[in-house]
Structure formats: C-alpha cells, structure tokens
C-alpha cells in the first residue's frame, strides 16, 4: 500500500492535490502549480508569495505539541514539503481508492464560540479546567485549533527563537465520534499533530512515547507523553515535550501541552497545571 503524502486528486481535478493517509484519501486538498522553472521575474513574485504564505502559517500556528499513537511512525516530515518531488499518479489502494461518507481528516475541529470564562483562577474546557498560569504565560485565549475538540482554551508564551515559537497548555472538549476510548484518543491525537501543520516547519522524529492510566478525583483518564525531536537552522530547541490527557468525563475532555524539551523551568510549570485538573460535573 502506498505511503501517506500528498498525491494527483482521484477527481482528476487539474492542479489539484488530496492528502493519502497511508489507508485512505481525507478531505484534504491542496492547489499546486508546475514545479518552479526559471522564468524570470514573474517566477521570483509567485516564490515570494508562497515564502510570506509559509511564513504567516508559521507565525500563527506557531509551536503546537502533541501526542500520538502507541505505534507511531519513527520519523515524519510537515503536511507539506515543496522540496520533495511530487508523485505523477494517484496510490492504488488495496481496499477502496475513495472512501465513503466523511473521511477522518486530522483536522476537525469545532470553530464555533466556547462559552465565557469564568473569573475563578482556573482555564476551562468543558468540566474540565487548570490552575491558570502566571509569570510570563499570556492569559486564557478562546481559541479551537486542536485536531477533535471544541470549547477550548488556550495559555501560551512566546519562545525567543527566529520562527514563531510557543510553549502553551489548553483544555477543551473531545468531538471524536465514536469515542474509541481515552488510550486509542491520545494516539491518534498525536499521530495527528506529528503528521498535520502543527509542525510545518520541521521534520519530526516521535523518540519517546508512552501512555498510562490516571484518575482526575473520581474520573478515568488516559495521560500520554511524548518527546519530538527535530533540527532547524533558525530554532535553538531541538525538540518538544507533548502530554495529551483525555479524560472521561460527560463530556469527554482533554489536557494538552507542548513545551521545547530544554526550558526544565516551564515543564516544572506545566507538570504542576497537569496536577491541578479538576473535573466539575
């Protein structure tokens, strides 16, 4: 079966690209032109345009860790890498080459309004909340980007490095439908962030990952950790600690933190929020 990457849309639309996750097609697409050739100034704008693109989606996505499956792939690279050659024919899957009903893109997410914060100290997602963070960590930001979830919010704090980098913590509410359980959750969660845009600009290598069960008082959950590594000539932090934590409650939530593997200081941080969830039902 072919690898996932990005191969001709099976719809045969022209210039049209749709992300193989390895066993099916998502809804993934993307529009990609020829390969670039020397054209002269016509050429040099088209790449300027698509540098200011790259680097806006860098700047907003940002630093964003996670954690991924009990098995994940030793070594991946971002969404999209216009360094790689592109493939000139579609995979040939074993079983179906277009899947039916909605493919399970990594992407889903609920774009919609979380409710209002409630002034207590604390940074919610549904029942689920942390102790808020102080010092240089920003105040909770409403803000859904993590791959299944909805009703999140966000701290984050900016990383003095050359891209746009960031060590956050969020909360919010899980939106998988069937809910496989908080293990099978957490997996997929960081296969998702690994093979998604959270990390376009870097080619990530999972090094360390486990999972083990906890209790939130009287709630199951489900907390995996995870060491990314990677290399870029403009980011001083050659890695990311990731924990994802899905939590059972009703309804299903989840913990998630990313913070480079270097800054021991924000991890202490961090591992104190983890130890402050509580779940109000």
């Not at 066993?23 to 054209?39: E, F, H, V, Y």
């Not at 954690?67 to 040939?92: E, G, K």
């Amino acid at each position: 079966m072919p690898s996932a990457g990005w191969y001709p849309d099976p719809d045969q639309t022209p210039g049209r690209y749709r992300y193989w996750d390895g066993s099916a097609w998502t809804d993934r697409t993307r529009l990609i032109g020829p390969r670039r050739r020397r054209r002269g100034p016509v050429v040099a704008v088209l790449v300027l345009a698509v540098v200011a693109v790259v680097i806006t989606a860098l700047v907003i996505r940002s630093h964003r860790a996670a954690v991924a499956d009990s098995d994940p792939p030793p070594s991946t690279s971002s969404a999209w890498d216009d360094s790689s050659p592109l493939p000139t024919t579609s995979p040939t899957p074993s079983v179906q080459p277009v899947p039916t009903g909605h493919p399970e893109a990594c992407e889903q997410y609920d774009a919609s309004q979380p409710p209002a914060e409630p002034e207590d100290g604390r940074v919610h997602g549904g029942p689920l909340s942390f102790a808020e963070l102080g010092g240089n960590w920003g105040k909770p930001v409403a803000l859904n980007r993590f791959p299944f979830s909805k009703d999140s919010y966000v701290q984050s704090q900016d990383m003095h490095e050359e891209l746009g980098w960031q060590a956050s913590a969020e909360v919010g509410v899980n939106t998988m439908r069937p809910f496989p359980g908080a293990d099978q959750a957490t997996a997929r969660l960081l296969q998702c962030l690994v093979t998604s845009d959270f990390y376009a600009s870097v080619h990530v290598k999972v090094t360390e990952n486990s999972s083990r069960p906890i209790m939130i008082g009287d709630t199951k959950a489900v907390q995996r950790d995870a060491l990314l590594r990677f290399h870029h000539p403009q980011l001083k932090t050659t890695g990311s600690r990731i924990r994802i934590i899905v939590v059972e409650s009703d309804p299903v939530t989840y913990y998630f933190d990313a913070v480079p593997m270097e800054r021991t200081d924000l991890i202490k941080q961090l591992d104190r929020a983890t130890s402050s969830l509580r779940v109000d039902n």
